[in-house]
């Protein structure tokens, strides 16, 4: 009808302008939005200390980060990923970062008020525990006929066990690097060296979809965690 036909040239003109008018608004809008997954305790105290100097050098990055410890292929949403794994997925293009370099850490205080010198001494201590921790003390202390009587304590996350030994409340195992800035800052130290058996240990990887891997913020924030 003629005024099916007048309606729909008032729609047509409206939608335009508002096709218009996103077009003209993302090109004032020059951030690059990046969403990264990672696992929370890389991001808490790895990347958190860190992130002034990207933002420094790249103003123009708006991120977002979401908690994974690997990067599912499906979604599409995600930009890019620090994965926590024993394999890389083929379907994704993966470098790896670093090994699981496990170390006993513990407070100052409490190495001192507990001696700590040696794995042996660690049977009067409180020991953290991270469930979903591949490797555990119960790995660590095998050959100690007196592990069974150790006083325990269950977190979910590593960076709970990282917090809860940073009061003073017992040793915790950890990866190096995501103890890296607790110890530099001197909350953490590492009180002994632990030896580990034969272990099929997980690794850090950067992955990213294949046809997300070229683009510009990609590659900069990959180059940024490699200094």
């Known amino acids: 009808t003629e005024a099916g036909h007048h309606y729909l040239e008032q729609l047509s003109g409206a939608l335009n302008q508002i096709g218009q008018a996103t077009r003209d608004v993302s090109r004032r809008d020059r951030r690059q939005y990046l969403r990264i997954s990672v696992p929370p305790t890389f991001l808490i105290f790895f990347l958190i200390p860190r992130l002034p100097s990207l933002l420094e050098r790249h103003p123009e990055l708006t991120l977002s980060f979401d908690d994974s410890l690997i990067l599912d292929p499906m979604r599409e949403d995600i930009d890019g990923a620090i994965e926590y794994r024993l394999q890389t997925d083929e379907r994704l293009r993966s470098t790896k ?131």
């Open 97 to 227: 970062l670093f090994d699981d370099n496990v170390v006993a850490i513990s407070s100052p205080a409490y190495a001192q008020e507990m001696q700590l010198h040696s794995l042996e001494d660690i049977k009067r201590c409180m020991l953290i525990e991270t469930k979903k921790r591949v490797f555990s003390w119960d790995s660590v202390l095998r050959e100690f006929p007196w592990r069974a009587q150790c006083r325990m304590l269950f977190v979910q996350y590593t960076y709970q066990a990282m917090s809860s030994v940073a009061l003073g409340h017992g040793v915790a195992l950890t990866n190096r690097y995501n103890a890296d800035h607790l110890l530099r800052e001197g909350r953490l130290i590492i009180p002994f060296d632990i030896k580990l058996p034969n272990y099929n240990a997980p690794s850090y990887y950067f992955s990213t979809l294949p046809q997300k891997e070229a683009r510009p913020e990609i590659k900069a924030f990959r180059a940024w965690i490699d200094e």
